[in-house]
């Protein structure tokens, strides 16, 4: 039996993305096969009463659960403490200490910090991470720079420096303005780039090592290893679906009149749903219905934004949040959906659950989108950032009455894996380490 601690940084039920979703699904896998799993996480960074830190446990759905509360902006040095938690790192020396977990699995990096990874090396623990997005090479996951340009390899503190600088609207102004300027500025000011520098540096000796790092794409892992931060083993292991191998007749498509785009995941700017919004409202005669699933809540300037912009075509459809057992139902009435993104992405589970009930996928022509849908097969590639070409394919699946049937058969083939399957190889890397 192997006990097993499990970092992320939120956990359900108020947080609810693919990385808190993955931990909770990873931690009731593991008690399924008879091993004892537990879970700490990041509940709040603004709790002016935790002094300096806070914890509550808990159950949730099953899972053993530490919740951890701090003010980060209480923190000697907040900038640093965003990628080396002191506080959280000396909590998780006397977790270890007590509980005497056999293994230390950390998926993602962000709130936790390398400080969580430090404690379990210094314990003498195997560790683990599943590297879910790119923060340790980006202090803003995404590459994305704060003008919206997406950066490239090799990471350059003093382009760091400047996108951090840049988060302020006097210096994106002069950035814009004198660029040539605004770089000697930054390489001059020099705190921002020695902080970089050592952000990076300090990263890539704990993610070296570090025993096992997961990426659920090729693309991630190639990306990381292009880098020069790699742990001690790399491997690519594609995350899992709930969904098992659904019986045919379940998937069977409500049959409807007019084309149904669906558009499912977080309204937030670098997901690009206004790109989507923007080809669908580019073809005003076209006979499609747009239904974007998400919580307006959760970004709601920009939401705000995405109604205006839908406001007046009663194609589009903003359908609010959704719950994961309605997914099977949703897509079961639509017929393709897109996925817009404006940053590299990973391995969005969108697109494998898209695939597992036999819908093709519209997507961005890079990063783990590409990686994932094979163009005029399982899906179409449009330039990244640009409604015209969006607009393009749409209008390409209305016209060409063959297209979608195609691409529909190419879904039904495109092999996805279960959670179990993907549990399966998790645990067989586990008992390697151990």
């Known amino acids: 039996i192997m006990k097993v601690l499990i970092g992320v940084h939120h956990f359900p039920p108020v947080y609810r993305g693919g990385a808190e979703w993955r931990a909770h699904r990873l931690a009731s896998a593991l008690q399924e ?4 799993a537990s879970v700490i996480c990041v509940e709040r960074i603004d709790d002016a009463q935790a002094a300096p830190l806070a914890y509550a446990d808990e159950v949730f759905e099953g899972v053993a659960v530490r919740r951890l509360s701090f003010d980060l902006g209480a923190a000697p040095d907040p900038l640093h403490w965003e990628y080396d938690n002191l506080w959280v790192g000396e909590h998780l020396r006397q ?4 509980r005497k977990p056999d293994l230390f699995h950390l998926i993602g990096g962000y709130l936790l910090t390398g400080s969580a990874l430090r404690a379990a090396q210094q314990a003498g623990l195997p560790t683990v991470v599943t590297l879910t997005d790119f923060w340790f090479l980006c202090r803003r996951f995404s590459m994305l720079r704060t003008d919206g340009a997406i950066s490239t390899l090799p990471i350059d503190p003093l382009r760091c420096a400047r996108c951090l600088g840049e988060e302020k609207r006097r210096f994106r102004w002069l950035g814009k303005l004198a660029p040539g300027l605004m770089t000697h500025y930054w390489r001059q000011e020099g705190r921002n780039v020695n902080y970089f520098t050592q952000r990076r540096d300090d990263l890539t000796q704990l993610l070296a090592a570090t025993d096992l790092a997961i990426a659920p794409s090729r693309f991630l892992r190639d990306f990381y290893i292009q880098a020069g931060m790699t742990a001690r083993r790399m491997e690519f292991l594609r995350q899992g679906h709930k969904f098992g191998h ?15 785009i669906g558009y499912l995941g977080q309204l937030a700017p670098l997901k690009g749903v206004h790109v989507l919004i923007d080809a669908v409202r580019s073809l005003p005669s076209l006979p499609v219905d747009l239904f974007l699933y998400g919580d307006s809540q959760l970004h709601s300037a920009y939401s705000a934004k995405l109604q205006s ?3 007046g075509d009663e ?6 949040q959704y719950e994961r057992r309605q997914l099977t139902s949703i897509l079961c009435n ?3 959906t897109v996925v817009p993104s404006l940053w590299y992405e990973n391995s969005p589970n969108v697109i494998l659950e ?6 093709p996928v519209i997507a961005a022509n890079f990063g783990g989108m590409a990686e994932l849908v094979e163009d005029e097969s399982n899906g179409l590639h449009f330039a ?3 409604a015209s070409d969006l607009a393009r394919q749409l209008q390409r699946l209305v016209e060409d009455s063959t297209l979608l049937p195609r691409l529909t058969e190419g879904a039904v083939k495109t092999s996805t894996p279960t959670v179990a399957e993907e549990m399966t190889k998790i645990l067989a890397l586990y008992q390697s380490l151990l």
């Open 315 to 320: 194609r589009i459809h903003l359908m609010g």
């Open 33 to 36: 096969a008879g091993h004892e």
């Open 354 to 359: 898209a695939f597992a009930h036999d819908t």
């Open 95 to 98: 977790v270890f200490d007590e």
């Open 309 to 311: 912009q839908a406001d």
């Open 334 to 336: 639509l017929d393709v």
């Open 246 to 260: 659904l019986p045919r007749h379940t998937l069977i498509k409500t049959p409807a009149g007019r084309l149904r």
């Open 384 to 386: 990244v950032g640009n």
